[in-house]
């Protein structure tokens, strides 16, 4: 019996490192965004810190006394894939200027390394431009469709339907409903690789930089953060 009790007893420690190390490895993977934040701070915002995960800029106007006095929205995103803007509707709705930095990475090995920064003030009616002829009253019920429509396999047939019909097809900005057969129930938008280059930063050269600057001052270097692993899902999202 305390044989039996010893081994069980290790089993559960077991069950704990390695439960540790995969929540370890996880943050280490996914940490490329918050480094790549947290430089931009320390390098040109005298190490702002946020007062709050879910304020509404990661860095606010109010921070930013060399770069025009407007709001920076830090973004770090695999090279050549779309840029997630977040909330459709708050995106919507932006009604100041902002600078996007947006940082794009390519994986080395267990390491990840900055190729290209772009870094666009972008004003409230440039923006609103990228959404064609969609009104807020149109993304509302894009909105209801997705998040009160009791089945979700009809809720991503009836939100896919709408996506690809006008006004939504004059969009710029793609539209991502995000369904799953639980609780996830959102819709988020993107602009794809070629559309920051060719409305956000024209001039920007997108092609891949040994050394990129951000504004006269080298990125940061590769630094450690493996590869995402996926399973494959039994219930996929909605793309």
């Excluded at 932006?94 to 900055?114: C, L, S, T």
């Excluded at 991503?156 to 710029?172: D, N, T, V, Y």
Aim: hydrophobic share 40%; aromatic share 10%.
């Amino acid at each position: 019996m305390n044989h039996l009790l010893k081994s069980l007893r290790l089993c559960a420690f077991a069950v704990v490192l390695l439960a540790g190390a995969f929540s370890a490895q996880a943050k280490e993977v996914q940490n490329h965004g918050v480094v790549f934040e947290k430089w931009i701070r320390d390098t040109f915002f005298d190490g702002y810190e946020p007062k709050s995960y879910t304020q509404k800029w990661d860095i606010p106007a109010s921070a930013n006394k060399r770069f025009g006095g407007v709001a920076i929205n830090p973004k770090a995103i695999k090279y050549r894939a779309p840029v997630d803007l977040g909330d459709a509707l708050r995106q919507y709705q932006i009604d100041e200027p902002f600078i996007m930095i947006i940082g794009y990475w390519q994986q080395e090995g267990d390491k990840k390394r900055f190729v290209n920064v772009v870094a666009a003030r972008i004003e409230p009616a440039q923006y609103r431009k990228l959404w064609g002829d969609v009104t807020l009253e149109d993304l509302r019920k894009l909105d209801a469709v997705i998040k009160e429509t009791p089945d979700y396999r009809e809720a991503r047939k009836l939100a896919q339907a709408m996506k690809k019909s006008k006004p939504f097809s004059s969009s710029i900005i793609t539209l991502n409903p995000k369904i799953d057969s639980k609780t996830q129930r959102r819709l988020q938008c993107s602009l794809s690789f070629g559309n920051v280059f060719k409305h956000l930063a024209p001039t920007a050269d997108p092609a891949i930089q040994e050394r990129p600057l951000l504004w006269g001052v080298p990125v940061l270097g590769a630094f450690d953060s493996p590869a995402r692993s996926f399973k494959r899902p039994t219930d996929p999202q909605t793309p």
